[in-house]
């Protein structure tokens, strides 16, 4: 058992496996940071997600092309993202109640659109459900340095869209107009909204924002990682996403870190079950979330949510 971790822990493929497996987590968390700094609750990021995985397969099915799929799969999560907003940020109401209704509801509406555009009769069309999928593009000169190469420059495109994104996510916060307005709603709406900021708009637009980059996320797991579709595939990497959210202190690095840690257990478990162990497939598949667990208490009394998080916004009369 000890020879067969150590040879795990000294195998660059598992570093590779690690930074491969948090990319769907890093997606959907560094795009639903900015709706959660503008005081959106975002547990929507599974419904978002699941919709972005059959968004993959029927845009890259249907047009034979993975990027259309890609394409499809931004456009499903940005609609998750626009329902959720008219409930949570324009009717106001509560918006934990209203995500978890957005996620069971997709459980049922991805398996019907799978089913619509890939059955007849009962029966799926084998030789439309064998869709493109994205290739691994390898990056000149840096993907040949010894180590670093194979682990950091020899993915998927959208795992370095994933790792793009976090430093562009913090200059837009933090060193942009508009990153100050988000914060600036996520903390105090009332006073943004006295000082010309539409709350409204901004969360809106973090929502799109929210709903396109999980919708990405869902696109790497069906047409990077498996290349087709099942039912709840996304099996609560939405919910580990807002913990990476929570565990980073609303950071990006530290959402960047908190989706590494959760994507070596993943990696991890993987791993140990190929070791044919005598421990019950069904112990490793609980690791990723066994770990979330343990991140959230760690992170309990000492993390800091946005001020008016989860507080719909009303503007004052008179």
Not at 9 to 24: E, G, H, K, Q, W
Not at 294 to 302: P, W
Request: proline fraction near 4%; hydrophobic fraction near 50%.
């Amino acid at each position: 058992m000890f020879e067969g971790f150590s040879s795990i822990i000294l195998n660059i493929d598992f570093y590779a496996a690690i930074v491969r497996m948090s990319t769907p987590l890093l997606l959907g968390a560094i795009g639903s940071l900015m709706a959660e700094r503008a005081g959106i609750v975002t547990f929507s990021m599974e419904s978002m997600m699941l919709m972005g995985t059959v968004g993959g397969i029927i845009g890259s099915g249907l047009m034979n092309n993975a990027w259309a799929g890609v394409g499809l799969a931004i456009i499903f999560g940005v609609l998750i993202g626009l329902i959720y907003g008219i409930w949570a940020v324009s009717i106001g109401s509560h918006q934990i109640v209203t995500s978890v209704g957005l996620n069971l509801g997709s459980l049922g509406i991805t398996s019907i659109l799978y089913a619509l555009t890939f059955m007849k009769g009962g029966e799926v069309v084998e030789e439309i459900i064998k869709v493109p999928t994205l290739p691994i593009t390898k990056i000149p000169l840096l993907g040949d340095i010894p180590f670093i190469g194979p682990v950091f420059f020899n993915h998927y495109p959208l795992v370095y869209v994933g790792y793009l994104l976090v430093p562009m996510v913090w200059y837009i916060l933090y060193k942009t107009t508009w990153g100050l307005k988000v914060r600036a709603v996520g903390e105090h709406p009332h006073a943004a909204d006295t000082v010309g900021i539409s709350v409204i708009k901004v969360r809106y637009q973090t929502l799109i924002l929210s709903g396109a980059f999980s919708g990405l996320a869902g696109a790497f797991l069906s047409i990077c990682m498996l290349g087709s579709f099942q039912e709840n595939m996304t099996a609560g990497r939405g919910f580990i996403a807002y913990t990476a959210i929570v565990f980073g202190k609303w950071q990006p690095i530290g959402v960047a870190l908190g989706t590494l840690l959760f994507g070596a257990a993943d990696a991890l478990q993987l791993r140990i079950q190929a070791m044919n162990e005598n421990i019950p497939y069904q112990f490793l598949i609980m690791l990723p979330y066994v770990v979330t667990m343990i991140a959230l208490i760690s992170v309990v009394g000492r993390a800091s949510w946005p001020a008016a998080s989860g507080l719909p916004f009303k503007r004052e009369e008179g």
